[in-house]
Antibody, heavy 115, light 107 residues
Framework: EVQLVESGGGLVKPGGSLRLSCVAS????????MDWVRQAPGKGLEWVSS????????YYADSVRGRFTISRDNAKNVLYLQMDSLRAEDTAVYYC????????WGQGTLVTVSS | DIQMTQSPSSLSASVGDRVTITCQAS??????LNWYQQKPGKVPKLLIY???NLKTGVPSRFSGSGSGTNFTFTISSLQPEDIATYYC?????????FGPGTKVEIK
């Protein structure tokens, strides 16, 4: 059974940092690209970042480029999202997603940026 | 970046009605399109990939069609449990952009 467990969310002040983790199991993590997708309260889905299986190709949404860093540890089956210089508009539930068409999503972790 | 539009933004229909949602891409995405269902407070669920392929276990009343820039998602007979917001998503190019969503309600 595929499991994706995100953690690391919480309340942080504007300008602060958080590191999200997504621990994967039940599939060959090293074979898949991974995405972070977020959803602000009451809003739609926003793709944030992608990293391919070997980490050799990484892409970011314009809204987070230069502030967020995606990475992965294929030995530990973990996906990360380092979020720096956080803004109020980054407040959202953050999901990790396996590839483009697997349909495997984590349960999400809530990030709240507020003073 | 590829922009995705959806229409309508919301709709209200009766149980048993046929419901159709359209999604348009700003450039040709071949058939690299997903349709997701998201119920309130829940994780999005992938219903259709490659524009028309039903994920295993998804009821056959859901279907998708289209290619290039114009796509359609259909619920052939709306059921009470289909109340949700539906999103299209292109994966032809990064960023894998989502449409703004269509909220489906029961009349």
């Amino acid at each position: 059974e595929v499991q994706l467990v995100e953690s690391g969310g919480g309340l942080v002040k504007p300008g602060g940092s958080l590191r999200l983790s997504c621990v994967a199991s039940g599939f060959t993590f090293s074979s898949y690209s991974m995405d972070w997708v977020r959803q602000a309260p009451g809003k739609g889905l926003e793709w944030v970042s992608s990293i391919i299986s070997s980490s050799s190709y990484i892409y970011y949404a314009d809204s987070v480029r230069g502030r967020f860093t995606i990475s992965r540890d294929n030995a530990k089956n973990v996906l990360y999202l380092q979020m720096d210089s956080l803004r109020a508009e980054d407040t959202a539930v953050y999901y990790c997603v396996v590839g483009a068409t697997t349909g495997y999503w984590g349960q999400g972790t809530l990030v709240t940026v507020s003073s | 970046d590829i922009q995705m539009t959806q229409s309508p933004s919301s709709l209200s229909a009766s149980v048993g009605d046929r419901v159709t949602i359209t999604c348009q891409a700003s450039q040709d995405i071949t058939n690299f399109l997903n349709w997701y269902q998201q119920k309130p407070g829940k994780v999005p669920k992938l219903l259709i990939y490659d524009a028309s392929n039903l994920k295993t276990g998804v009821p056959s009343r859901f279907s998708g069609s289209g290619s290039g820039t114009n796509f359609t998602f259909t619920i052939s007979s709306l059921q009470p449990e289909d109340i949700a917001t539906y999103y299209c998503q292109q994966y032809d190019n990064l960023p894998r952009t989502f449409g703004p969503g269509t909220k489906v309600e029961i009349k």
